[in-house]
C-alpha cells in the first residue's frame, strides 16, 4: 500500500464536502502486469434518472527539489494512470488534486498552462487549510 500525501485528508473532506462519495481509499489500478495505487476514487450523483460522475484523484503537493521536477513526476504518473484507467474503467475520469498556492505561483506559468492544455490535464485546485474544492480544470 503506498503512503498517503500530505494533503490526502484535506482533499478527501473537499471531496465530500462538495457532495462526492469516497468509494475507494486508494483507488486500485490493474492492468495486465501493471499494479498501481492513485489516491482515491469518488462518485456524485446528479440526478435519479442519471448515471452520476465517477473520478479518480491523484494528489500531489510539490514540495520537493523543485516545482519542475515535481510537476515532470507528476504528469509522467498521471499520464501512466489515465492511459490505464481509459483501459480498464473509462467511465472514471482522472483528475490531478493540487494546492491552490502551486495553482496560483506554478500553474499560471504560460509554459505550464501550454503543457497541461497539450496532455489534456484536469486539475482539482483546492484551498487544503478550509479543505474546499475552489476549481475543477478540464
Same mark, same amino acid.
Not at 495486465?32 to 440526478?47: C, G, R, V
Not at 501550454?114 to 496532455?119: F, H, P, S, Y
Given at each position: 500500500?503506498?503512503?498517503?500525501?500530505?494533503? %490526502?485528508?484535506?482533499?478527501? =473532506?473537499?471531496?465530500?464536502? $462538495?457532495?462526492?462519495?469516497?468509494?475507494? $481509499?486508494?483507488?486500485?489500478?490493474?492492468?495486465? $502486469?501493471?499494479?498501481?495505487?492513485?489516491?482515491?476514487?469518488?462518485?456524485k450523483?446528479?440526478?435519479?434518472? &442519471?448515471?452520476?460522475?465517477?473520478?479518480?484523484v491523484?494528489?500531489?503537493?510539490?514540495?520537493? &527539489?523543485?516545482?519542475?521536477?515535481?510537476? %515532470?513526476?507528476?504528469?509522467?504518473?498521471y499520464?501512466?494512470?489515465?492511459?490505464l484507467?481509459?483501459?480498464?474503467?473509462?467511465?472514471?475520469?482522472?483528475?490531478?488534486?493540487? $494546492?491552490?498556492?502551486?495553482?496560483? =505561483?506554478?500553474?499560471? &506559468?504560460?509554459?505550464?498552462?501550454?503543457?497541461?492544455?497539450?496532455?489534456?490535464?484536469?486539475?482539482?485546485?483546492?484551498?487544503?487549510?478550509?479543505?474546499?474544492?475552489?476549481?475543477?480544470?478540464?
Amino acid at each position: 500500500m503506498p503512503a498517503k500525501d500530505i494533503y %490526502h485528508n484535506e482533499v478527501k =473532506n473537499a471531496l465530500l464536502k $462538495d457532495g462526492w462519495t469516497i468509494t475507494a $481509499d486508494p483507488y486500485f489500478i490493474k492492468y495486465e $502486469d501493471a499494479e498501481l495505487y492513485a489516491d482515491l476514487a469518488a462518485e456524485k450523483p446528479i440526478a435519479a434518472q &442519471r448515471q452520476g460522475q465517477k473520478i479518480v484523484v491523484e494528489i500531489k503537493t510539490f514540495v520537493g &527539489r523543485s516545482l519542475m521536477y515535481d510537476f %515532470h513526476g507528476a504528469l509522467g504518473q498521471y499520464m501512466v494512470y489515465r492511459n490505464l484507467i481509459q483501459l480498464t474503467e473509462p467511465e472514471y475520469k482522472l483528475y490531478l488534486a493540487i $494546492d491552490d498556492v502551486v495553482y496560483q =505561483n506554478f500553474f499560471q &506559468r504560460k509554459s505550464i498552462q501550454l503543457i497541461t492544455n497539450e496532455n489534456k490535464l484536469c486539475l482539482m485546485v483546492v484551498e487544503m487549510e478550509k479543505e474546499e474544492i475552489m476549481q475543477w480544470i478540464n
